[in-house]
């Protein structure tokens, strides 16, 4: 984790102890007011997306309406009590939005009808048993769901409660919201105070109701802790989860569920506290968070599958919806912001939803969320390394490269220091695996991760970075992950033609270091940018390297002369996740090898300068997958046994193939040949060269980074020289 | 083929000596007239279609105004020059209609420029020399590409017409239309006489440049062949190339592309010899031939991948958009065809265009192309079989069944009588392979049929049908397959709770009958329809039976306690496909069999009755694969050994999975048995049962088809007795 507590301590002065006051109380006055559902009710029929969500908010509770309410006794995680409490909540919420809106009481009569079942309900419960060890709600197994629960009632509640008969009111709160709150603030303080973000959910559930009863002491137990002194509550979470420049340690899949509790109460204390100018704290922290949580995601919304994470989560989940709006209006009318609204294609129900849809109705076509190229460094001085991503491109079609050189990241951390994933032509082409794990699904091991994810998905052969004795980084373990961070070499994206970014990986394996740099190059004579990677291995002593390249799709043609194991097959190796992998087919690697495959509506091809020696292992995963759990994806391993080793390749973009319109064009890739020309202690120097007159020389420097240090290395009778930590020559750029 | 004598010489003496008048000469007359370009101009900026059709067509032409015009010597097929006169006509085609659109002379000079062009290049030019075995073009290697050309560019003359001065009309017709006509039409006579797609480019090219250049012997020779007597020419192909219900024998992917000649100068004929009807020809065979080909297509618009066929061909291909349009207009305003033409996002640029884009704006939501059920039979008595397609439900979300029983289909034919295909939620979840090529893209074998199309996806086991002794139908002899058709049973969609279709197939396999029995129920216990199966092999010796179900995506849950082939893997069998695949698991049949799988958004699960000694394999594609041309996919196999079988199986759809929000529902199926009670000559009766109270009893007929039969089957102190082929007890229908 990350050091901050120069930036806490001043944080804390200049906040703690500062009055606050809370505005005078008007009901609705957490998330909408009374003003912006009128604003929305004058809007319908004038933006789309704000009419079909209210269209849809309608439908669901035209479903409620049908069906009987039912508030069932407690039950198992999973289980139809379970999901009933959850659909309970989010049906309030809805409802209480739809009575602000529409003024239909239709929708004020539901939330009370419920809340007046959970009043009955929820005095006769105790701890619930069924909570393992985590802390446990009443409603829910653990404290976390009942959190979820508060905040969303929390805001049904304030959007009826001036409609409810105090009587109503004091029942309600008496039996289910004073009750509930003491429950996560004071029965389960340590939980409440602790820094991680279910401790997120429970302050911002409890300050929110806090506010909509007008309670200021349940308000300040959430802003600074259960003991007041913000060694615990919110403001501490905000400095404490995020590192300066807001990437959330764990990665993108796990700042999203995170996001609604922070904006949610941040808009509730925006709201009630302004004084306290949330939205600013911490350098504008909570803007950062979103931020660098939409700069992690693929063109297409997704976020990269970095750690144990979901390969299809996406900035269209509903948090960050949320987040996406508020900051949207909090923060400025961003275009990229726009951008990320159009791929949502969804709004919140309030004034900032609001704005959102109208800017997205001006707009003749929907506007494009680009991106630039952005590098995250990992701990206040960027000593923990980072996550480097190169964009170019529009919207969409835009071209990213992202490479992983940052701390572990924990129990969900992979074993992939110096792994790649590049997004192209609307799909990941060489992909992230993910987690091993399909998740809810009920007879894959009750949904949870599977075996395969330890087995296979965390080890390092399932990423795209070279894997040394065909063992997995830091021998497989956490402690010793965690205490070897890579580290950042350069980044550097200031020429949109010649983009590149450099990490170094020492204390991976004993004996070996290694330098990665990926280049994305424009060059005019070329239909798509092209990734250069130059892979430097470094040891006293021989190895097996082996550099994988995971894909997806066909592969179409390859230069190597392999025997395909076409008739029986084994897998390549016996653990470190090879065990996973069947070999489908091997041969000796011929120079350069080039291998083609077809993703989508494009071809790619990989090129590589070879040594002699070096051998191809085609492979396919799915080998001792007994229980058929993991997914079956091609791969490619290029394996060298050397000392040291510069792996220089290529992976070209190009052609169109659509198979409905029959037509296939530019199957064959433009560049022809990688060559490394040297490589030595002072700098590597390769050439690229193909088709269209394409002559590439790309020199990177292997010393300390600096901007200015001069390189000059001689090889085979020609030098070559440079300024900074790398230079490319001969890209046309025009 | 079918025989259609007596409809052919009835249409012959209607219509082929009878005086035929050619209306007065007008430009443009063949498929866009002035006071239709000029609809098309006002009503631009209303329907959103339109708009796109327009803006993309005038895009295509602002990139061919920024390249020079090129108008290169002939080459080889695929290449440069064959390419670029290709992209030539199309360039002309829609440069000649935007000129009647906008009046732009920028769009006629291009026309006339690249025509000027033409007129100097094609008197130079022989025979092309690469032709092979192939009726040679001149401009092409072969003349079904200069057809394409001069129907196209016929199309562009006729739009510029009355713009040119009479020198140059007279110029490109001596030096260009009449070579290439009389090229067509004289020199290759055998070829336009011909019976086949071909022949129909050929006649419509010829005829439509004939009616522009007012030269009725090009238009005579088109439509009654060159002896003028019918026994070639349009009205014959439209006589013999159509069974009498318009099913294009060759299957949906094959009459896609012949139904833009046949539409193409059905317009033209229509627009200038009205009295022709030729819309009526036949009993309006050109309306059945397009209804017959939309009719058989996937919710989604794809057309199943019938016999060697793309996976991916839909009825958004061009040639279905023109033959949609112009059937709209032509036969009135269906609300199918507007349904296929929201799937297609596409209109030609006419009237009929127009009318349709108009319409499609009227829908405030997008009009949902729902079909029925259907059945089409092969010959004009149902002797050849036929195919049978159940459908339930609306719009994109419909559920489809198809089962193949029909003529064997030539070159292109797979051996597959009785295969199904089972298209649900909005996807083909047990899948046709289709064909085994990657069609156009080169390194694959020039794009053309690879080895494993015969040696795989040709062959039976590569279908959802049953192998016996592990053999393919007909020892995989096409001859032997064309004289040996299956046969209906019977066909009744009348009851949309319980559909029915059933075949038999008794000389695929000597010694063996086969019969399929295959029914679409609707249960209100039940989220989606089922798929109940009864397939039913009789013999007088053992036989091994294999049982084939692919499918795509993860196999979730299965009752069967395999042994995991997971540390080595061999193929199942040794040839009849059976050698590409891997067994990746085996065991013993459980009772019943059952496994779940998930593809997108729905789980599947596979019911089945089995018997003791029944093996259960589970395989991929891919095994003696060595060029990667196989998709890698997954199958079950239920292997039974006996001499006569009844597989009673069941498919059902259940539960909800969407990995981006992380939700999961039901994933284990509401159906748990399925049991034979009784199985005989008389009939077969199956029970179904599961969760929820449902218990159905399945009666089917064995005996010849009648839907007054009664039928009376004991069983185990039980007795069942129905009438007509089938009875469903136990259905609950709301």
Redesign the interface.
Same mark, same amino acid.
């Given at each position: 984790m990350i050091s901050i507590r120069r930036i806490s301590l001043a944080a804390f002065a200049a906040i703690c102890c500062a009055a606050s006051p809370v505005v005078a109380q008007t009901h609705p006055g957490i998330f909408i007011s009374r003003a912006e559902g009128a604003a929305i009710r004058a809007s319908l029929g004038k933006y789309p997306v704000l009419d079909r969500v209210v269209r849809d908010a309608k439908l669901t509770m035209d479903s409620a309406f049908s069906h009987p309410m039912d508030v069932p006794q407690p039950g198992e995680a999973g289980g139809y009590a379970h999901e009933r409490h959850k659909q309970n909540y989010r049906e309030m919420q809805t409802a209480g939005i739809l009575y602000v809106i529409t003024g239909d009481v239709r929708y004020a009569r539901f939330v009370r009808d419920m809340l007046d079942k959970y009043s009955i309900l929820y005095p006769t419960l105790g701890p619930h048993p069924l909570a393992g060890n985590q802390a446990p709600g009443k409603l829910f197994h653990q404290s976390l769901n009942e959190a979820n629960w508060l905040l969303a009632t929390a805001i049904a509640y304030d959007c009826v409660y001036d409609w409810l008969p105090l009587s109503e009111r004091k029942k309600f709160e008496k039996n289910v919201f004073r009750p509930m709150a003491d429950w996560l603030s004071v029965n389960q303080a340590k939980e409440f105070d602790r820094i991680h973000n279910h401790g997120t959910w429970a302050t911002a559930s409890v300050g929110m109701i806090g506010y909509v009863m007008g309670d200021t002491s349940y308000v300040n137990r959430a802003l600074y802790g259960t003991r007041r002194d913000k060694t615990g509550g919110f403001l501490r979470q905000l400095d404490l989860l995020f590192s300066p420049d807001g990437y959330y340690m764990e990665g993108p899949y796990y700042i999203r569920y995170a996001l609604m509790p922070f904006y949610q109460f941040a808009e509730a204390i925006e709201r009630r506290q302004p004084s306290l100018k949330i939205y600013d704290y911490r350098g504008q922290i909570l803007r950062k968070a979103l931020y660098s949580a939409v700069e992690t995601s693929f063109p297409n919304g997704v976020f990269p599958a970095i750690n144990d994470a979901?390969?299809?989560?996406?900035i269209?989940?509903p948090e960050v919806v949320l987040a996406v709006d508020l900051a949207y209006r909090r923060y400025g009318a961003d275009e990229r912001l726009l951008g990320a609204a159009a791929i949502q294609n969804d709004v919140v129900l309030n004034g900032a939803g609001l704005e959102v849809a109208r800017d997205l109705a001006k707009s003749a076509t929907p506007p494009k969320m680009t991106l630039g190229s952005v590098e995250f460094t990992n701990g206040p001085t960027g000593q923990g390394g980072g996550l480097g991503i190169l964009r170019t491109g529009n919207g969409a079609d835009a071209t990213m490269l992202l490479m992983k050189y940052g701390v572990h990241g924990g129990g969900h951390g992979h074993f992939d220091q110096l792994h790649f994933v590049l997004f192209d032509g609307g799909r990941e082409v060489v992909p992230d695996y993910g987690f091993a794990r399909?998740?809810?699904?009920?007879?894959?091991s009750g949904?949870r991760y599977l075996p395969e994810n330890d087995t296979y998905a965390m080890q390092t052969i399932a990423h795209n970075t070279v894997v040394v004795d065909e063992t997995t980084q830091n021998g497989g373990k956490d402690a010793a992950a965690e205490n070897a961070p890579a580290m950042r070499n350069f980044f550097d994206a200031s020429n949109p033609f010649v983009q590149a970014m450099s990490a170094r990986a020492n204390d991976q394996y004993k004996g070996v270091s290694m330098q990665r740099t990926m280049l994305l190059v424009r060059d005019a004579r070329l239909a798509h940018p092209v990734v250069v990677d130059l892979y430097r291995v470094v040891s006293d002593a021989a190895h097996t390297y082996d550099f994988p390249v995971h894909f997806r799709g066909?592969?179409?043609?390859t230069n190597v002369r392999y025997t !395909?194991h076409? *008739?029986?097959?084994?897998?390549i190796g016996s653990g470190s996740g090879y065990?996973h992998i069947?070999n489908?087919?091997s041969g000796a690697a011929p120079e350069p090898l080039r291998m083609?495959w077809?993703d989508g509506n494009r071809f790619y091809s990989f090129i590589s300068a070879a040594a002699g020696g070096d051998e191809v292992i085609?492979g396919?995963t799915? !080998?001792?997958? *007994?229980s058929?759990n993991l997914?079956?994806e091609?791969l490619m391993i290029l394996r060298a046994k050397a000392k040291s080793r510069l792996f220089a390749s290529v992976i070209e973009p190009h052609g169109f193939?659509s198979?409905?319109?029959?037509?296939?064009l530019d199957?064959?890739p433009v560049l022809q040949q990688v060559r490394v020309l040297a490589d030595g202690a002072e700098g590597s120097v390769i050439e690229v060269s193909g088709a269209n007159g394409i002559r590439w020389t790309v020199m990177v420097s292997n010393t300390a980074p600096s901007a200015t240090g001069r390189h000059h290395v001689e090889a085979a009778g020609n030098s070559y020289d440079w300024t900074g930590n790398f230079a490319v020559e001969g890209v046309k750029q025009r």
């Open positions: 979901s390969r299809t989560m996406a269209n989940a399909w998740i809810n699904i009920e007879p894959k949904g066909q592969l179409i043609a !395909a076409a *008739s029986s097959q084994s897998p065990q069947w489908t087919a083609t077809l085609f396919r799915g !080998a001792n997958d *007994s058929f997914m079956s091609p193939f198979e409905p319109e029959e037509r296939s199957a064959t």
